[in-house]
């Protein structure tokens, strides 16, 4: 999508932060913004500094409710026009121990990072297909889903995501109508997302649990070697313009991927005439997944 300019463009945790980062790059390009977060005061302190120079209005919605980000869709639509920009940025940040697992903050953590990002596909995608495209999803992951870790929650969170936005990504259908996928996968980025993460951590968190988050190396990546969340935002504003997939924003995911990928290959059994008779039928059958 070459031109952004007078399209709306919906971005969940837009209040702060890197959603915040992505609706200054678009407002700057001339898009109007609809920005929905759980957060009410900082959703207005954005309008406030967003207004003056674009069309912005702001949804409170907490992403892990399907009904009420329906509504929100409807009333951003009836507002604004049709959404054309879908950005399924709004996360958190926390971890019991894969050691200590609690079931509250797995729901948590899978819900607000993975089960948003589902029902932002879920309540928009339908209706740019109903209009025949063009659209753009932009799915919020992270370098964590790149390789399991200490935040397991976290990264199977965004471990999903990033296979979800592939996936949508891979549709020949979606490529017909134009309605292209970005999945961002950021860095240490500069924004309150651990002091958030430890706010948010439910009822009955421990001090144990509590201070895996508050770790010194995790908040000198973020916190202080940090990328700008406006520089992120001009990521993002290039990869809808340019129609990109993968965006990174700095090369520290660069050995993890070169591990896990030399590990996976080799794991693999030698071959066999079973690979044989499964690479004939996939050449009959065409390209297909496996279970
Ligand atoms: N900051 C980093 O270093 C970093 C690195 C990798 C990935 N990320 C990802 O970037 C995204 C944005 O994070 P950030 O760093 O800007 O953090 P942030 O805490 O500054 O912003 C997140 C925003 O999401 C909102 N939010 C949280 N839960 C919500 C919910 N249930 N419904 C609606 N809104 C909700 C918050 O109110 C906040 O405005 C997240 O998905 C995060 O996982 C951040």
């Known amino acids: 999508m070459t031109d952004v300019a007078g399209k709306t463009i919906f971005i969940t945790g837009g209040a702060q932060g890197i959603g915040l980062g992505m609706a200054r790059a678009f407002a700057l390009a001339g898009a109007d913004l609809a920005l929905a977060d759980i957060d009410a005061d900082a959703l207005d302190a954005a309008r406030h500094e967003l207004s003056a120079t674009a069309r912005t209005e702001t949804f409170p919605l907490d992403v892990r409710d399907r009904d009420a980000f329906a509504q929100a869709a409807d009333d951003a639509e009836a507002r604004l026009g049709p959404v054309t920009v879908l950005c399924n940025n709004a996360g958190v940040l926390g971890t ?6 609690s079931p509250a903050v797995w729901d948590h953590i899978l819900g607000t990072d993975l089960g948003g990002v589902f029902n932002g596909v879920s309540v928009f995608l339908p209706r740019m297909i109903a209009r025949g495209g063009p659209g753009h999803v932009v799915n919020t992951a992270s370098t964590a889903g790149v390789r399991g870790g200490r935040l397991f929650e976290y990264s199977a969170a965004k471990a999903a995501v990033i296979a979800l936005s592939e996936s949508l990504h891979a549709d020949p259908d979606l490529a017909r109508l134009g309605v292209r996928t970005t999945v961002l996968c950021p860095g240490g980025v500069r924004t309150r997302i651990i002091d958030h993460g430890i706010a948010g951590m439910p009822g009955g968190t421990s001090e144990r649990q509590r201070t895996r988050i508050d770790d010194e190396r995790m908040r000198t990546v973020v916190e202080q070697c940090g990328l700008a969340p406006e520089d992120v935002g001009e990521l993002v504003l290039t ?19 070169q591990e896990r990928a030399s590990a996976m290959l080799a794991a693999l059994p030698e071959e066999s005439e079973h690979d044989r008779r499964l690479a004939e ?3 009959r059958l065409g390209p297909a997944q496996d279970a």
């Not at 019991?96 to 697992?101: F, G, K, Q």
């Not at 809808?240 to 924003?249: A, G, I, L």
Request: neutral net charge.
């Open 239 to 257: 990869a809808v313009r340019e129609d990109r997939f993968y965006v990174f924003t700095d090369r520290s995911a660069q050995a993890d991927l």
């Open 281 to 283: 039928a996939r050449r």
């Open 96 to 101: 019991a121990s894969v050691t200590d697992p």
